[in-house]
């Protein structure tokens, strides 16, 4: 696909505290394996979390091939133009959540699939269901 480009990856507590919206530290796994000051790990999913695009590429394609090839924990797809988030953790758990636009309010709202669904999944399907 050519050149990743990275939009987000290990986020400390302190990082986390400069940021003010739309993440989830405590399920995101980008804080890793990160312990908060009462020695509790911040995300239980432990692993680790990356976000990147692909400059010029459709992310649903990007995405369908991860899923295919590589081995990851979650996978979040928010859209073709938009940079995916892919996890590697204990569980390991091949999962996809597409991240589609709420009609009401355009909050984004979680699918989860399995890779068997994914496989038949189209972007363009997906949202003009959710409009």
């Not at 050149?3 to 990856?9: A, D, K, V």
């Not at 928010?78 to 091949?94: C, N, T, V, W």
Request: aromatic share 10%; net charge neutral; with cysteine.
């Amino acid at each position: 696909f050519g050149m990743i480009r990275l939009t987000y990856g290990f986020c400390s507590q302190e990082l986390a505290k400069a940021i003010s919206a739309r993440i989830a530290p405590k399920l995101d796994q980008h804080a890793a394996h990160e312990q908060n000051r009462f020695g509790q790990h911040i995300c239980d999913r432990l692993g680790a979390a990356v976000d990147f695009i692909v400059e010029d590429e459709d992310m649903v394609e990007v995405a369908k091939w991860v899923a295919e090839n590589l081995v990851f924990d979650r996978l979040y797809l928010y859209g073709p133009d938009r940079p995916i988030h892919i996890s590697f953790g204990p569980e390991m758990l091949q999962q996809v959540t597409i991240m589609t636009a709420g009609k009401a309010n355009g909050r984004r709202i979680p699918n989860t699939m399995t890779l068997d669904a994914f496989r038949g999944f189209s972007w363009h399907v997906a949202t003009s269901l959710s409009k």
